[in-house]
């Protein structure tokens, strides 16, 4: 049973437009929700988090959205730059983070010059 | 440089013969975990560690092993290793368990 969902296997936004990332989960004891960026042939970096008390979390051209009533988030990046083409995975932790994190199975996200 | 190093970065073997992929971090953190990356299944946790000789069973425990004798360190073990088994590894540590991961680079297994 996946508990961490994202349903788009790819996704191309033209550059300079806005990319969103969606996420979902199952789990209402998911209280901590992180994205991560991943290249080829390198290991994810971090690059955002939310916690559930909040409902936005905003980094630069990175901003987390998380309504915890539909147990969805999205990533929104803009504007998209060619930098940004990469794997993002979605992750979750749940109180105290005694079982660590739990991904889902990434997008790929491709920027259209 | 805050790092999380894994040796080999590649390794071709075969079925059975024992392995062991280590996990090294200068970070000073308590949490430390092993992740493998399947196409279609994302990273799925192996095995975690929260402090010296405190490890615990992730999502897919079966085939492996490790240990966590000093605070840096956090070899997986394969004892007898199958072709299901081949795959991407990677090695994580943080702080705490809910904070931010940092993941090493990356250990390519295939078994034959």
């Known amino acids: 049973d996946q508990q961490v969902k994202q349903n788009s296997p790819s996704l191309s936004v033209q550059e300079g437009r806005i990319s969103i990332l969606n996420c979902d989960y199952t789990?209402?004891?998911?209280?901590?929700f992180l994205w991560y960026k991943k290249y080829p042939a390198e290991g994810p970096t971090f690059l955002i988090s939310i916690s559930s008390i909040k409902d936005k979390n905003e980094d630069g051209r990175f901003t987390v959205f998380l309504n915890k009533s539909a147990k969805h988030l999205s990533l929104h990046i803009v504007p998209s730059q060619p930098g940004d083409s990469a794997v993002y995975f979605c992750a979750a932790s749940k109180g105290g983070g005694a079982d660590g994190l739990t991904f889902g199975k990434g997008t790929h996200l491709i920027i259209q010059p | 440089e805050a790092q999380v190093t894994q040796n080999p970065r590649y390794l071709i073997t075969v079925t059975g013969k024992k392995l062991t992929v280590t996990c090294s971090q200068n970070m000073n953190h308590e949490y430390m975990s092993w992740y493998r990356q399947d196409p279609g299944l994302g990273l799925r946790q192996i095995y975690y560690s929260m402090n010296v000789e405190v490890t615990d069973k992730g999502d897919v425990p079966e085939g492996y092993k490790v240990s966590r004798k000093e605070k840096r360190n956090f070899p997986l073990i394969l004892e007898s290793p199958s072709p299901n088994q081949t795959s991407l590894y990677f090695c994580?540590?943080?702080?705490?368990?809910?904070?931010?991961?940092?993941f090493g680079p990356g250990t390519r297994l295939t078994v034959t």
């Open positions: 994580a540590s943080s702080l705490n368990r809910v904070g931010e991961q940092y």
């Open positions: 789990n209402s004891m998911f209280d901590y």
